[in-house]
């Protein structure tokens, strides 16, 4: 949601930035925009829709210098447009800002400034920052490092900016609260992003800044951290683990369809190094040091959003099913507004591909408040969830760049199924003989899912032309694989913009049944072996009423063939398992309906792939 990227240094910074927004392009965003400094004028170009119309209008003007900042803008305050484009100027000229976030405060300041002869231009709320600037630089004769920590105490909300002036070309400042922000740091430059994507080519040394932080950097190669209180910080500078060809196509038509087929290597390196096989145990020793009070917990609370709260949902099956401990499953955007009944006997899990979801670190800072133990779930090392909790487990899926979550969401659940195999084992809930058992089929699970999609493909394929133009879908399951239709039909709405909801299959009969008839696809997913019967049942109720049936199921399942339209065979594994299996097929199905339909894969409508904002 959003994206910033600068810097400060001896190339040319143009390359660097166009490169870079297009490497945010994947967080979602309807505008961007440049502003470089070059001998003492501000170059600015800014433009709604993609990155590519930005770099068309940049060709037509000349465009250089050595410091300069970029921004995708996800539209907040003010509808998409050039005028609402970041980056944003004062009224005298000299400062340039770029924001992700939004300032909760921003019409009172405004007003303020309205009546001291400010003019403002845009509908955002962004645009009270570099006159704030200004006004204070006024007021205070001071220098731009001053006036930004100064504007930052004075503004409510959430903020990661990137400000320069031309009065001080050699300056490039940073600062954030609850939107993340990260410094590159190389050589002779500096560069500030929201992510990696648009460093890694650069350096791989970054410090991650921390709420209510601000970076100076200068062009001599110092730099400086602070609080915006003043309080100066000692930076703890990290190498980051991320490489260049991960984030690149790498010969795929699009990020989601490789990162489909990532998934027998995410999950095998989401598990490596966790099991011994050899003596069926299970090392997480993220988890180690909190043992003891994870063990005593009176319940297991998971807050997440979107497909990890799917994963929740999962993950509350597998940890009640196999470790028999009492788990609940929260919205986190909905969690600190309901007022919870939690205390210090509470563990919350919180769930993140990004580990920078809003909703999700304000249920977290609410529970620490409570006095909770927090643990985090979290795809990107040193993000702000991992950060601000006091323990987990990262899941090693590697970067995910499509919007649409795939790879990351069966990242989690498999390292979820470790955690509830590890609290099992420490609760003696399951015999020696039955972890091993569980343990070797996670073990197979990579080669069964690599062998799945190359027998699986092309059907999906033909079954994507055929229901291409379908208005409606419903994905129904039982038992673990209920979440797992939740999770296939909210695939579908993502990236093909088709209507789709998930039921649990016996709910059928409550409402849905209602919609079936021969233009309605049913998706089942029968390839859990505890609920089979059950679920077949409920295919020969959609079956009578005409309905298109296409099923999941398990290998040499004849019963099914019998009722279904289309059937998309997956290996047989235990049921803990199935849903991943079963995510497979319903993946590629979202992935060339969407395809079928001209839809952006990649970068869906109105999606952005980190919700950094409430």
Not at 376 to 403: D, F, K, L, M
Not at 494 to 503: P, R, T
Not at 545 to 568: F, P, S, Y
């Amino acid at each position: 949601m959003c994206g910033i990227v600068a810097y400060i240094g001896t190339k040319e910074a143009y390359p660097i930035l166009i490169k870079g927004l297009k490497r945010l392009e994947y967080r979602g965003y309807d505008s961007a925009g440049v502003a470089l400094m070059n001998n003492g004028n501000i170059s600015l170009i800014k433009q709604k829709g993609k990155v590519s119309e930005l770099e068309e209008l940049a060709t037509k003007a000349s465009i250089t210098g050595t410091l300069g900042i970029g921004h995708t803008r996800w539209a907040t305050h003010g509808p998409p447009s050039q005028i609402n484009s970041h980056p944003h100027i004062s009224n005298n000229g000299d400062i340039v800002v770029i924001h992700n976030g939004i300032i909760e405060n921003f019409q009172s300041i405004k007003e303020e400034l309205t009546r001291r002869g400010y003019k403002f231009i845009s509908d955002t709320d962004t645009e009270v920052l570099p006159h704030l600037i200004e006004e204070i630089q006024k007021k205070e004769k001071c220098a731009l490092d001053k006036a930004v920590r100064l504007a930052l105490n004075e503004v409510t909300g959430a903020y990661a900016i990137a400000v320069f002036s031309k009065k001080e070309p050699n300056i490039l400042i940073g600062a954030r609260k609850g939107s993340p922000l990260i410094v590159g740091i190389g050589e002779t430059e500096f560069f500030l992003a929201s992510d990696a994507s648009p460093v890694i080519e650069y350096t791989k040394k970054v410090i991650y800044i921390n709420d209510e932080e601000m970076v100076t950097l200068n062009r001599d190669g110092n730099f400086e951290l602070k609080t915006i209180q003043n309080e100066e910080k000692t930076p703890n500078i990290q190498e980051l683990e991320l490489n260049l060809e991960s984030i690149e196509k790498g010969g795929y038509d699009h990020f989601m369809l490789k990162e489909i087929h990532e998934q027998p290597k995410s999950i095998y390196d989401s598990v490596r190094g966790r099991v011994d096989l050899t003596n069926g145990k299970i090392k997480l020793g993220g988890l180690e040091e909190y043992k003891n009070r994870i063990m005593a917990s009176r319940r297991i609370v998971i807050v997440a959003c979107g497909t990890s709260w799917h994963a929740g949902l999962l993950a509350e099956y597998m940890i009640e099913d196999l470790a028999r401990a009492n788990v609940e499953v929260e919205y986190a955007s909905e969690f600190r507004y309901r007022n919870p009944v939690i205390d210090e006997d509470d563990i919350i899990i919180a769930i993140s591909q990004s580990g920078e979801t809003a909703d999700t670190l304000a249920a977290i800072e609410m529970a620490k408040q409570k006095g909770c133990l927090i643990l985090g779930v979290c795809n990107v090392v040193g993000s702000s969830i991992p950060r601000a909790s006091h323990a987990g487990c990262y899941t090693h899926a590697g970067p995910e760049i499509g919007v649409a979550s795939t790879k990351a969401f069966t990242a989690q659940v498999s390292v979820f199924f470790l955690i509830a195999l590890w609290i099992a084992e420490n609760k003696n809930t399951l015999s020696k003989s039955r972890l091993n058992q569980l343990l070797h089929e996670l073990e197979i699970l990579p080669s069964k899912i690599e062998s799945l999609l190359k027998s699986c493909e092309e059907k999906v394929k033909a079954i994507a032309k055929e229901y291409k133009d379908a208005t409606n879908f419903l994905y129904l399951g039982r038992g673990y694989n209920f979440p797992a239709a939740l999770e296939g039909a909210l695939k579908l709405k993502e990236i093909s913009y088709i209507h789709a909801e998930g039921y649990p299959a016996a709910e059928m009969k409550h409402g849905p049944i209602a919609l079936i008839d021969e233009e309605m696809p049913v998706v089942f997913l029968v390839n859990n072996i505890s609920s089979h019967e059950k679920t077949l049942s409920n295919v020969q109720e959609v079956a009578a009423r005409k309905g298109q049936v296409i099923a999941i199921a398990r290998h040499g399942d004849t019963q099914i063939k019998k009722l279904a339209k289309h059937v998309i065979e997956v290996p047989d594994t235990e049921d803990c398992l199935s849903p991943i299996l079963a995510s497979i097929p319903l993946q590629l199905l979202s992935y060339y309906i969407a395809l079928e339909r001209g839809c952006n894969v990649d970068q869906p409508r109105n999606l952005a792939k980190s919700v950094t904002v409430e």
